[in-house]
């Protein structure tokens, strides 16, 4: 079922993205070359205790940390451990915070150092995907119009949309009705969009083929060509004055 959220729902919702915000501050300035991806996630558990927040990631269907952690051909749901950040890597960050039972959600990419130009074009049309299906985000636009969005974008600058992993709604629960492809269509495409309406929409832009695998730990979704891939997402409330965003600072 797709809910909507009052006001003052939303104001708790913008509260956890702050603490999700602070997150992501804080892990940017922690991924420098020679920092291993788990020193990252304990600069997040850090946030969240300072705070007084919990996290949505940790223990959740039994993953073991408060961020996805994912370099390089990683695309999504990366776990923290011994990996070491090279120069030149890419490196995403996702992580979530409730805050009196609601939740923020949101992930970005960034360079490790300096990277090729390729993987920064790569960084750089995500985040532009991201940015033009948030302004679909609006009351009376239909679903479709967000993965249409990304997909135009991505898909324009020579770059693939992955499909097997879609954004979502949010708000008492991580992820809620409806699911938010990152293409064009789905199956909620003709749903018009209302306000109170809450979604985490969350691009995963690929350098090659659209193609995952699912490696044997049963989290980590890597590229199946090996090539690099991008994140980036943000938790969107449908307002009278248009989409804002709560996972901002």
Not at 3 to 21: E, F, P, Y
Not at 39 to 61: K, P, T
Not at 211 to 234: I, M, Q
């Amino acid at each position: 079922m797709i809910t909507k959220k009052s006001r003052d729902q939303i104001a708790l919702m913008r509260r956890a993205g702050r603490v999700v915000a602070e997150m992501h501050e804080e892990c940017i300035r922690a991924s420098k070359p020679g920092a291993t991806t788990l020193d990252v996630d304990r600069v997040a558990r850090d946030v969240l205790e300072r705070r007084g927040a919990q996290s949505n990631f940790l223990n959740y269907h039994g993953f073991p940390a408060v961020i996805c952690a994912s370099p390089n051909h990683v695309i999504v749901h990366g776990i923290p451990d011994a990996t070491v950040l090279e120069e030149g890597d890419i490196f995403s960050i996702d992580c979530g915070a409730i805050i009196e039972g609601w939740h923020g959600d949101a992930a970005i990419t960034i360079p490790i150092g300096t990277v090729d130009t390729e993987s920064q074009r790569l960084i750089d049309i995500t985040q532009a995907s991201l940015d033009a299906a948030i302004e679909r985000v609006v009351d009376g636009k239909r679903l479709g119009e967000v993965g249409a969005a990304v997909e135009d974008i991505a898909v324009g600058a020579g770059f693939t949309v992955v499909k097997e992993y879609v954004g979502h709604g949010i708000g008492t629960a991580m992820h809620e009705e409806p699911q938010v492809p990152n293409y064009a269509g789905g199956p909620n495409a003709k749903y018009r969009m209302k306000e109170g309406l809450v979604l985490a929409i969350e691009p995963m832009v690929n350098a090659g083929t659209a193609e995952t695998f699912l490696l044997d730990d049963g989290w980590t979704v890597v590229t199946r060509d090996g090539r690099r891939s991008a994140h980036f997402e943000h938790t969107i409330a449908v307002t009278e004055h248009g989409p804002e965003v709560l996972t901002l600072p």
